[in-house]
């Protein structure tokens, strides 16, 4: 009896990925971290702020263990619930949006109830990957050969599914999470199996389309245009500052400006954990990095960029393993998720890309974002498992037995 058991349990430990364990566990540190020495620069109360953020990251770690009980047939059975729940979701919150967080953000986009806020769009991130991940698959095996017909029609498919979350966003003036959908969607497309003939093309539009969009944003007839398409005046000081950043350092540009100053202060090695000598507002947040790069210099910084390398790389090693068409879809929606997470961040923290408000996953803080990033590796944890399990029941794994 002990016997079996110990074999039992050693089968159970074998199908958890702890590599991915690992790196979540990591960044989570960094993260806590990060925010206690952004608080404190903030004359906050940083043991709160800690604290809160440790019982969300207890949060998606229970999430993480519900999720990895789902196997491949139960996801795609919740596929549909989930996401249908995140459009009500996204819906709900233009009417019960956080009246003051509109006021400071500009974007009705956060429950508010107390001092407990939530952001639906994050939880909805996973749900369309869910979608997306179902409807290519059903997509697939109906349509067993590729052609510009078929391949349209997918496409057709996925954009239906999409364009109701981007007319919420945008009514929740939320420009930065409609790019992460974007990118979700871009990176789900070019592994659907779509042919290079639609791709082509449509890469070319959307260079072209995103150039004139620049132009726009630019110029000061543009901005009229793009004025009665609702875009707003502090999203064109965020493209001033970031064309510029030490045009306007004390007004719109003052926080990329304190950002970069930073960032560029702590050099090769940082000044040593808790030496901030830049304010930075709102930094425990969007602004996150600035952190680890004043504390811990370059060197601490590619540190933190090669832990989430590692992650995506695990994550990718676990998307081979699996061979199933539907994790694949998956694990590439989420991958693409966490990645134009930390490209945007870390790029518009070194003023590469535009001021966009995206946090840095697992290191900011933030519970609704640390949750839709645990619901994501909780999905790619449910692959490996199950995976194992599966082999583990046809005799092909741990034949010893």
């Known amino acids: 009896m002990q016997i079996r058991e110990n074999r039992r349990k050693n089968d159970v430990d074998s199908r958890i990925d702890y590599g991915i364990i690992f790196s979540v566990m990591m960044l989570a540190l960094i993260g806590i971290m990060s925010i206690y020495v952004a608080t404190v620069q903030d004359s906050q109360n940083p043991l709160k702020n800690v604290a809160s953020q440790i019982v969300w990251y207890v949060i998606g770690a229970v999430v993480i263990a519900v999720i990895m009980q789902f196997d491949a047939e139960q996801l795609w059975q919740v596929a549909n619930y989930a996401y249908y729940a995140g459009l009500a979701l996204l819906f709900l919150v233009l009417i019960f949006y956080s009246r003051s967080y509109a006021a400071n953000t500009g974007a009705k986009s956060w429950f ?33 050969s590729h052609t510009i017909r078929t391949d349209f029609l997918l496409i057709g498919k996925m954009l239906l599914y999409t364009l109701p979350i981007m007319v919420l966003l945008k009514l929740q003036n939320d420009f930065g999470t409609i790019l ?67 045009a306007d350092t004390s007004e719109n540009g003052y926080q990329i400006w304190q950002n970069m100053k930073a960032i560029g202060s702590g050099q090769l090695f940082g000044k040593g954990f808790n030496v901030s000598n830049v304010y930075v ?60 997470h930390v490209f945007e961040n870390i790029g518009m923290s070194v003023g590469l890309l535009p001021l966009t408000g995206i946090p840095l996953p697992f290191v900011s803080q933030g519970g609704s974002a640390l949750l839709g990033n645990m619901i994501g590796i909780g999905l790619i944890m449910s692959m490996r498992f199950h995976h194992k399990s599966y082999m583990f029941e046809n005799g092909t794994f741990g034949q010893g037995r």
């Not at 939880?123 to 290519?136: E, S």
């Open 180 to 246: 992460v959908f974007v990118a979700i969607l871009g990176g789900m497309i070019l592994v659907s199996g779509i042919d290079w003939r639609i791709l082509l093309p449509a890469f070319l539009i959307v260079a072209v389309v995103g150039g004139t969009a620049l132009l726009f944003a630019t110029t000061d007839w543009g901005r009229q245009i793009l004025g009665n398409f609702g875009f707003r005046s502090y999203q064109f000081a965020r493209i001033d500052s970031w064309l510029d950043p030490s």
């Open 281 to 340: 507002p709102v930094r425990e947040s969007d602004m996150i990095f600035s952190v680890i790069g004043e504390n811990f210099g370059f060197v601490g910084s590619c540190v933190l960029i090669l832990l989430y390398f590692l992650l995506i790389y695990q994550m990718v090693q676990v998307t081979f393993d699996t061979k199933n068409e539907f994790y694949a879809y998956v694990s590439t929606g989420v991958i693409m998720m966490i990645l134009f």
């Open 112 to 144: 508010a109830i107390g001092s407990f806020t939530f952001q639906p769009s994050e939880v909805m991130k996973p749900a369309f990957i869910l979608m997306l991940g179902k409807v290519i698959t059903n997509h697939n095996s109906e349509y067993r």
